[in-house]
């Protein structure tokens, strides 16, 4: 269990994340404060009388850390295994070669600003292929870059020295050649700054589009985020750190031999990542320091090193799915829900009978889809069907199981191609876009099944809606600009009013995951409204929810549609579309059937028909409705 | 034929099933009404031993226990499911489809590893049998499945449920998404199997082509067992404004 | 020609690697990263039942095989089984790196780092055949590969338990409802993939010694097999291992010694760009 309190508290300020905290951490002040003093106290030891041994050993453990944090980036936040850590820590280290031996470049300044830049053309040219399909691809393609860094080395010769290796100069900075307590204190710093970039990263609404994307790219989709994008955006951003980390290890050791990149080190890399918890962002450091640790106190662990890290994945990807900083936090968050520790409720609650001035007005848009076919092989799901939904209108589509109307929901956010026919929004043509670009031209939609992540406050969900509409640039989170705070501030604050509009201001603040199912759905109606969309697609939005949930539902669609936005409901719930829709499409085995005022339909017996078979059409619908 | 008791289940922490009770008696057409999300899939998946998980009841089928059991080991037990969707092998053609279907009638041992997909004479039999029964699965036999009509696909799940000759045969919305014609097609091979003695548990949202097979009806809504009876004691009107229109609930 | 009797060796090297990827794969839809280090240790375990031991090698060689298989059965167990119930994520990737390090970290603990030689059951005679020469031994592997991928083609179409394997792979719950035992069916996937790879080992380690590290090696050349030849297809995956032995011999002689794996992982970058889904693969419509 040591390892557990390791992992818990070396990490300068733990992990923010953990349990249901309701302030935000990132702006909090204690935390940091503390991690910039631990920081400077690292940074000076050895002017408190650290020993070479130990000086060098926080030195490895910095560097090794460095490729760990570009792991977990990518593993913990966008959910891909990518190992290459290895072959950019070899391109950090060559570029600094390179730069000394020929160029007589020792400037650290510019050597980093170089292998920054190498870290990003690595990143392109191997995330662009293996991000395409992701997944074992991905990983496969990562392995296969270390594999091939000794061939690379002598293909390069004349850059790299091939197997005689390379010795670049001392590091300079500002023209003075760096001693050693200076080269230690220029290795901490530039970690501690990387760790800073990482953390203000990953605690902005950037880290939170990471979160969605890792679990669940449909709903990354339609909250307009390319997930193409935004996973290479990911990925190389975490190939910066090992690439600096090469550079690290070039200066302080002023050798470079290709045998230290080796398939063991990327193996190791790994289980530090885990050690640590993917997800976590100090994770790295716990986990690098138990690997580096390990592998200095134990003299046969080179003997055993295989054997350790192949058990440990093994137990690791069985036992644990975030490391040991996710098990902490598991646990904790099991018994705040055993003793009943509710989170606090949200301050700044709205009143729950808000009116529709409050939602301003909506851009809505006029949404027509016109003689829209699809089929599935021989099966054609969907034939000709043109319908209409007008803004400041709540327009339903019902229809028995498998009548078309989820074949036209995918229609419309672009997960499936039409086979002909057009889907316009506002007089434009949306037809065979993808879903991303689809979600930016206007169009929200909620899911039959909550697309809910885990990992997040339900207010940074709701926030998620705005990340594309009101879009906070990475340099200014990084650096956590005044724009960055505006951003930030405002989010939370549109996301607690939403939460307000929809009576559910109390939850803004509790794990969007642990929110009954009833809850969940007016969560993502708060975050498709968060977006302020043209057009709302609601998908089954009223089934499970019990009256109270429905009556703040049916509120919330009133509010929409007065606000001015087209609201489109697909329901099972007869009553319910009965109740809110101006008009009615009623779709049959894929072609449209009927359209009208709920009151034509209700009358029409050719709907009662197909709900019930032809020959109940005799019969009227009833007295109720 | 089929029992269940007191069934409890669900997904994770969201609970599906409350203490349903349901009975399927020999040679007789069950079935299960309500509207959607009322939780009727969720039933036959259960008896069928798919999630949701069970956390409370029992199933008994034939007089045997089989709650907690594998779900192709209920296939061998007897009980014949054709899913929701016509979910057949898209990839694969007609008669391996069928074939397929007879998977639980191969030769125990070696002989299944190594044997070609028609040796077995029971299997041979059963195929031979359902060709004659869909006359028009024999005309396609070559076709792959994925390029058949709905309606075609639909008979084709149901040829493919019935090969290994099962006891109790379990239909989830044989008549989604299908033309009223076709869906009356459906229909009329129910009754037809009804004739033969099959014992049916039917899951249908029309009401109407329900009642023109059912014995029985159970009407489920809320994951639970709302109304349960004689399907001649059933007034189809009365239904209908209860569970589709929620008049009721509502 | 003795260039392209090299290739073919080699590629049929990957192609058996491939071959194992696709048995487990179509049944349970894993892509098992330590088939290769199956193969690894079954070199070892030739070893040791022909030289240790001294067997025969019409003993040595079923041997091995039902020996790998057995591991490769516990790895299902451990590896794979507990995984099963759980959505997403990468954690069979990560299981079965870990099952692949852990065999490598025993071979190279029990038998050491420096590569052993196997005694081939072939004389080091080589033959001259159209016009190149070949050892015995690669050609007796080039046409055991040949017949098992073909061979295991035709028995998932003709069979029906290879038919149960193709259904599996393409919907899950409907095999299950039609009363197939789908964790058998992965169980005997995982046992299949260890057999071969271990009847086969004799013959690899007579191209390639007993080696620690060889799994490294074959699990990426095999995945890119299967990347050009589509996941899933036993075709596809034979003839791409078989493209990459021969682009490898190729370029290791006429560009450099240096630039096989240079060129194998270019090619790979580019069948990902161009044709992530295989050059023989089709495309899948996503669904919400």
């Given at each position: 269990?040591?390892?557990?309190?390791?992992?818990?508290?070396?990490?300068?300020?733990?992990?923010?994340?953990?349990?249901?905290?309701?302030?935000?951490?990132?702006?909090?002040?204690?935390?940091?404060?503390?991690?910039?003093?631990?920081?400077?106290?690292?940074?000076?030891?050895?002017?408190?009388?650290?020993?070479?041994?130990?000086?060098?050993?926080?030195?490895?453990?910095?560097?090794?850390?460095?490729?760990?944090?570009?792991?977990?980036?990518?593993?913990?936040?966008?959910?891909?295994?990518?190992?290459?850590?290895?072959?950019?820590?070899?391109?950090?280290?060559?570029?600094?070669?390179?730069?000394?031996?020929?160029?007589?470049?020792?400037?650290?300044?510019?050597?980093?600003?170089?292998?920054?830049?190498?870290?990003?053309?690595?990143?392109?040219?191997?995330?662009?292929?293996?991000?395409?399909?992701?997944?074992?691809?991905?990983?496969?393609?990562?392995?296969?870059?270390?594999?091939?860094?000794?061939?690379?080395?002598?293909?390069?010769?004349?850059?790299?020295?091939?197997?005689?290796?390379?010795?670049?100069?001392?590091?300079?900075?500002?023209?003075?050649?760096?001693?050693?307590?200076?080269?230690?204190?220029?290795?901490?710093?530039?970690?501690?700054?990387?760790?800073?970039?990482?953390?203000?990263?990953?605690?902005?609404?950037?880290?939170?589009?990471?979160?969605?994307?890792?679990?669940?790219?449909?709903?990354?989709?339609?909250?307009?985020?390319?997930?193409?994008?935004?996973?290479?955006?990911?990925?190389?951003?975490?190939?910066?750190?090992?690439?600096?980390?090469?550079?690290?290890?070039?200066?302080?050791?002023?050798?470079?031999?290709?045998?230290?990149?080796?398939?063991?080190?990327?193996?190791?890399?790994?289980?530090?990542?885990?050690?640590?918890?993917?997800?976590?962002?100090?994770?790295?450091?716990?986990?690098?320091?138990?690997?580096?640790?390990?592998?200095?106190?134990?003299?046969?662990?080179?003997?055993?090193?295989?054997?350790?890290?192949?058990?440990?994945?093994?137990?690791?990807?069985?036992?644990?799915?975030?490391?040991?900083?996710?098990?902490?936090?598991?646990?904790?968050?099991?018994?705040?829900?055993?003793?009943?520790?509710?989170?606090?409720?949200?301050?700044?609650?709205?009143?729950?009978?808000?009116?529709?001035?409050?939602?301003?007005?909506?851009?809505?848009?006029?949404?027509?889809?016109?003689?829209?076919?699809?089929?599935?092989?021989?099966?054609?799901?969907?034939?000709?069907?043109?319908?209409?939904?007008?803004?400041?209108?709540?327009?339903?589509?019902?229809?028995?199981?498998?009548?078309?109307?989820?074949?036209?929901?995918?229609?419309?956010?672009?997960?499936?191609?039409?086979?002909?026919?057009?889907?316009?929004?506002?007089?434009?043509?949306?037809?065979?876009?993808?879903?991303?670009?689809?979600?930016?031209?206007?169009?929200?939609?909620?899911?039959?099944?909550?697309?809910?992540?885990?990992?997040?406050?339900?207010?940074?969900?709701?926030?998620?809606?705005?990340?594309?509409?009101?879009?906070?640039?990475?340099?200014?989170?990084?650096?956590?600009?005044?724009?960055?705070?505006?951003?930030?501030?405002?989010?939370?604050?549109?996301?607690?009013?939403?939460?307000?509009?929809?009576?559910?201001?109390?939850?803004?603040?509790?794990?969007?995951?642990?929110?009954?199912?009833?809850?969940?759905?007016?969560?993502?109606?708060?975050?498709?409204?968060?977006?302020?969309?043209?057009?709302?697609?609601?998908?089954?939005?009223?089934?499970?929810?019990?009256?109270?949930?429905?009556?703040?539902?049916?509120?919330?669609?009133?509010?929409?549609?007065?606000?001015?936005?087209?609201?489109?409901?697909?329901?099972?719930?007869?009553?319910?579309?009965?109740?809110?829709?101006?008009?009615?499409?009623?779709?049959?085995?894929?072609?449209?059937?009927?359209?009208?005022?709920?009151?034509?339909?209700?009358?029409?017996?050719?709907?009662?028909?197909?709900?019930?078979?032809?020959?109940?059409?005799?019969?009227?619908?009833?007295?109720?409705? | 034929?089929?029992?269940?008791?007191?069934?409890?289940?669900?997904?994770?922490?969201?609970?599906?099933?409350?203490?349903?009770?349901?009975?399927?008696?020999?040679?007789?057409?069950?079935?299960?009404?309500?509207?959607?999300?009322?939780?009727?899939?969720?039933?036959?998946?259960?008896?069928?031993?798919?999630?949701?998980?069970?956390?409370?009841?029992?199933?008994?089928?034939?007089?045997?226990?089989?709650?907690?059991?594998?779900?192709?080991?209920?296939?061998?037990?007897?009980?014949?499911?054709?899913?929701?969707?016509?979910?057949?092998?898209?990839?694969?053609?007609?008669?391996?489809?069928?074939?397929?279907?007879?998977?639980?009638?191969?030769?125990?041992?070696?002989?299944?590893?190594?044997?070609?997909?028609?040796?077995?004479?029971?299997?041979?039999?059963?195929?031979?049998?359902?060709?004659?029964?869909?006359?028009?699965?024999?005309?396609?036999?070559?076709?792959?499945?994925?390029?058949?009509?709905?309606?075609?696909?639909?008979?084709?799940?149901?040829?493919?449920?019935?090969?290994?000759?099962?006891?109790?045969?379990?239909?989830?919305?044989?008549?989604?998404?299908?033309?009223?014609?076709?869906?009356?097609?459906?229909?009329?091979?129910?009754?037809?199997?009804?004739?033969?003695?099959?014992?049916?548990?039917?899951?249908?949202?029309?009401?109407?082509?329900?009642?023109?097979?059912?014995?029985?009806?159970?009407?489920?809504?809320?994951?639970?067992?709302?109304?349960?009876?004689?399907?001649?004691?059933?007034?189809?009107?009365?239904?209908?404004?209860?569970?589709?229109?929620?008049?009721?609930?509502? | 020609?003795?260039?392209?009797?090299?290739?073919?060796?080699?590629?049929?090297?990957?192609?058996?690697?491939?071959?194992?990827?696709?048995?487990?794969?179509?049944?349970?839809?894993?892509?098992?990263?330590?088939?290769?280090?199956?193969?690894?240790i079954g070199t070892f375990l030739a070893y040791v039942c022909l030289v240790d031991w001294g067997l025969p090698v019409a003993a040595a060689i079923p041997l091995t095989g039902l020996a790998v298989a057995v591991i490769?059965?516990?790895?299902?167990?451990?590896?794979?089984?507990?995984?099963?119930?759980?959505?997403?994520?990468?954690?069979?990737?990560?299981?079965?790196?870990?099952?692949?390090?852990?065999?490598?970290?025993i071979a190279?603990?029990v038998w050491g780092?420096?590569?052993v030689r196997v005694p081939s059951p072939?004389?080091?005679?080589?033959?001259?055949?159209?016009?190149?020469?070949?050892?015995?031994?690669?050609?007796?592997?080039?046409?055991?590969?040949?017949?098992?991928?073909?061979?295991?083609?035709?028995?998932?179409?003709?069979?029906?338990?290879?038919?149960?394997?193709?259904?599996?792979?393409?919907?899950?719950?409907?095999?299950?409802?039609?009363?197939?035992?789908?964790?058998?069916?992965?169980?005997?996937?995982?046992?299949?993939?260890?057999?071969?790879?271990g009847l086969?080992a004799v013959f690899?380690a007579g191209?390639?010694?007993a080696?620690?590290?060889?799994?490294?090696?074959?699990?990426?050349?095999?995945?890119?097999?299967?990347?050009?030849?589509?996941?899933?297809?036993?075709?596809?995956?034979?003839?791409?291992?078989?493209?990459?032995?021969?682009?490898?011999?190729?370029?290791?002689?006429?560009?450099?010694?240096?630039?096989?794996?240079?060129?194998?992982?270019?090619?790979?970058?580019?069948?990902?760009?161009?044709?992530?889904?295989?050059?023989?693969?089709?495309?899948?419509?996503?669904?919400?």
């Open positions: 269990m040591t390892t557990l309190s390791a992992s818990r508290e070396n990490p300068p300020g733990g992990n923010p994340r953990a349990g249901n905290t309701a302030v935000p951490a990132l702006l909090r002040g204690g935390r940091p404060l503390a991690g910039a003093l631990l920081t400077i106290l690292v940074l000076v030891a050895p002017l408190l009388g650290l020993n070479d041994y130990w000086a060098r050993t926080v030195l490895l453990v910095a560097i090794l850390s460095l490729q760990v944090s570009g792991l977990n980036i990518v593993l913990g936040h966008a959910g891909e295994l990518a190992v290459g850590q290895v072959f950019l820590y070899a391109v950090g280290a060559y570029v600094t070669g390179y730069l000394g031996v020929s160029h007589g470049i020792t400037d650290a300044g510019v050597i980093v600003v170089c292998a920054i830049a190498c870290a990003v053309v690595v990143g392109l040219i191997t995330g662009i292929p293996g991000l395409r399909l992701g997944g074992w691809s991905l990983a496969m393609l990562t392995f296969f870059l270390v594999l091939i860094i000794p061939n690379l080395v002598k293909v390069l010769e004349s850059f790299t020295g091939g197997a005689n290796g390379l010795a670049p100069p001392v590091p300079t900075l500002f023209g003075t050649p760096l001693g050693r307590d200076a080269l230690y204190m220029l290795i901490v710093a530039v970690t501690a700054v990387w760790f800073l970039v990482a953390r203000n990263l990953i605690l902005s609404r950037h880290g939170n589009a990471f979160l969605v994307l890792k679990q669940s790219p449909v709903l990354a989709g339609s909250l307009g985020v390319s997930v193409f994008r935004l996973k290479l955006l990911v990925y190389v951003t975490g190939a910066i750190p090992a690439c600096l980390a090469g550079v690290m290890f070039a200066w302080l050791d002023g050798f470079i031999a290709p045998e230290t990149f080796t398939f063991t080190m990327a193996l190791s890399i790994l289980a530090a990542s885990i050690v640590g918890g993917s997800t976590s962002i100090y994770g790295a450091l716990a986990g690098a320091a138990i690997v580096q640790l390990g592998q200095q106190s134990f003299s046969s662990f080179q003997d055993w090193q295989l054997l350790i890290y192949g058990a440990f994945l093994l137990v690791a990807g069985i036992l644990l799915a975030d490391g040991l900083t996710g098990l902490v936090r598991g646990r904790a968050r099991r018994i705040v829900r055993r003793f009943g520790v509710a989170a606090p409720a949200g301050r700044s609650a709205a009143p729950a009978d808000a009116g529709p001035a409050d939602l301003g007005a909506l851009p809505g848009a006029r949404l027509r889809t016109k003689a829209l076919c699809k089929s599935f092989g021989g099966n054609q799901a969907l034939r000709e069907v043109t319908v209409e939904a007008e803004p400041g209108q709540v327009t339903a589509l019902i229809g028995p199981n498998a009548s078309g109307k989820t074949t036209l929901l995918n229609l419309v956010c672009g997960f499936y191609r039409p086979t002909s026919g057009t889907v316009e929004l506002g007089g434009r043509e949306l037809g065979g876009q993808r879903p991303y670009r689809i979600a930016r031209a206007g169009i929200a939609r909620t899911f039959q099944t909550p697309l809910i992540p885990s990992g997040m406050t339900t207010k940074a969900f709701v926030a998620t809606g705005r990340y594309v509409s009101h879009r906070v640039r990475v340099p200014a989170a990084v650096l956590r600009l005044p724009a960055f705070r505006r951003g930030f501030a405002a989010d939370d604050a549109e996301a607690v009013r939403l939460l307000g509009l929809l009576g559910i201001a109390d939850v803004a603040d509790r794990e969007v995951d642990s929110l009954p199912l009833g809850t969940r759905r007016l969560v993502e109606v708060a975050r498709a409204l968060a977006a302020r969309p043209a057009v709302f697609l609601f998908d089954e939005v009223g089934s499970g929810l019990d009256e109270g949930d429905l009556a703040g539902l049916e509120r919330a669609i009133r509010m929409i549609r007065d606000a001015g936005g087209t609201v489109v409901l697909v329901e099972h719930n007869f009553p319910l579309v009965l109740g809110l829709a101006d008009r009615i499409h009623v779709l049959s085995q894929g072609g449209l059937l009927v359209s009208g005022t709920p009151a034509e339909i209700q009358a029409d017996p050719r709907v009662l028909a197909e709900y019930t078979g032809s020959n109940a059409a005799g019969k009227t619908i009833g007295s109720e409705g | 034929m089929l029992q269940v008791s007191g069934l409890s289940g669900g997904y994770g922490d969201i609970r599906v099933l409350w203490d349903v009770d349901l009975r399927v008696r020999p040679g007789r057409v069950t079935a299960v009404l309500g509207r959607n999300g009322a939780g009727k899939t969720s039933l036959l998946n259960a008896v069928a031993g798919f999630p949701p998980g069970v956390t409370g009841g029992t199933i008994t089928f034939d007089g045997r226990d089989v709650t907690g059991m594998a779900p192709h080991r209920r296939v061998r037990a007897g009980l014949g499911y054709v899913q929701e969707g016509k979910q057949v092998f898209r990839q694969r053609t007609v008669e391996d489809n069928l074939l397929l279907g007879g998977f639980t009638l191969a030769r125990s041992g070696l002989g299944r590893w190594t044997g070609g997909r028609k040796r077995s004479p029971a299997r041979r039999e059963a195929l031979d049998r359902q060709y004659e029964r869909f006359p028009m699965l024999a005309e396609r036999r070559h076709t792959v499945a994925g390029s058949l009509s709905g309606g075609q696909q639909q008979m084709l799940a149901i040829a493919q449920a019935l090969m290994p000759a099962p006891r109790l045969l379990m239909l989830d919305e044989p008549s989604a998404g299908l033309a009223p014609v076709i869906a009356a097609e459906v229909f009329e091979m129910i009754t037809v199997l009804r004739a033969d003695g099959l014992s049916i548990l039917l899951v249908e949202q029309v009401v109407e082509y329900a009642m023109r097979v059912a014995d029985d009806v159970a009407v489920v809504d809320n994951g639970r067992i709302a109304a349960a009876g004689d399907a001649r004691s059933f007034d189809d009107t009365a239904v209908i404004n209860e569970i589709y229109l929620g008049a009721g609930s509502r | 020609m003795t260039t392209i009797w090299a290739g073919l060796a080699t590629g049929a090297l990957y192609s058996l690697v491939a071959i194992g990827y696709n048995v487990v794969l179509l049944a349970s839809g894993v892509v098992n990263f330590a088939n290769a280090y199956l193969i690894m490769a059965v516990v790895e299902e167990r451990i590896a794979i089984r507990p995984l099963l119930n759980r959505q997403g994520g990468h954690a069979a990737l990560i299981t079965t790196v870990g099952v692949g390090t852990l065999l490598g970290g190279a603990k780092t420096e590569p072939f004389s080091a005679e080589p033959l001259t055949l159209l016009g190149g020469t070949i050892q015995r031994n690669d050609l007796v592997l080039i046409l055991l590969v040949l017949a098992l991928g073909v061979g295991l083609h035709l028995w998932s179409r003709r069979t029906l338990l290879g038919l149960a394997s193709l259904a599996t792979a393409e919907n899950r719950q409907a095999a299950q409802a039609r009363g197939l035992n789908v964790r058998a069916l992965g169980l005997g996937a995982f046992a299949l993939a260890g057999l071969i790879a086969f690899v191209r390639t010694y080696h620690f590290h060889l799994g490294e090696t074959l699990a990426l050349f095999g995945f890119v097999a299967i990347a050009i030849g589509g996941s899933g297809s036993q075709l596809g995956g034979l003839i791409g291992g078989f493209a990459i032995g021969l682009l490898y011999a190729v370029t290791a002689r006429y560009v450099g010694d240096s630039y096989p794996q240079i060129v194998v992982f270019a090619v790979f970058l580019l069948i990902l760009l161009t044709r992530p889904r295989g050059l023989f693969g089709g495309a899948a419509e996503r669904q919400v």
